[in-house]
């Protein structure tokens, strides 16, 4: 089983950047294929993007593609999400999560860390 820990979200003007980080527990961090996903107020949880075990492979949802960038650390434990060009559209909670295989749910979640984007 795996802990995760989400940081580096805040307050941000749109068109500004902020930088998410997913610190894992374990040894076994490079067996995970690592997502993120978020969830606005009165919204459902949404995919937003994934990368698998050695970080080779990326995948966006079309509302972030071009603007966000997923990618991982395996010697740190630690999965990233640069987001530019923030829109108020992207306020959400933002959750960090991890799979076994791209034919399981993702079984462990983090806390979530607050993205507010201001117009």
């Known amino acids: 089983q795996v802990q995760l820990v989400e940081s580096g979200g805040g307050l941000v003007q749109a068109g500004g950047s902020l930088r998410l980080s997913c610190a894992a527990s374990?040894?076994?961090?490079?067996?995970?294929?690592m997502g993120w996903f978020r969830q606005a107020p009165g919204k459902e949880r949404l995919f937003v993007a994934r990368?698998?075990?050695?970080?080779?492979?990326?995948y966006y949802t079309d509302s972030v593609k071009g603007r966000f960038t997923i990618s991982r650390d395996n010697v740190k434990n630690t999965v990233y999400l640069q987001m530019n060009s923030l829109k108020p559209e992207d306020t959400a909670v933002y959750f960090c999560?991890?799979?076994?295989?791209?034919?399981?749910?993702?079984?462990?979640w983090g806390q979530g860390t607050q993205v507010t984007v201001s117009s």
């Open positions: 990368i698998n075990r050695s970080g080779g492979t990326t």
């Open positions: 999560a991890a799979r076994l295989s791209s034919f399981a749910d993702y079984k462990y």
């Open positions: 374990g040894r076994t961090f490079g067996s995970y294929e």
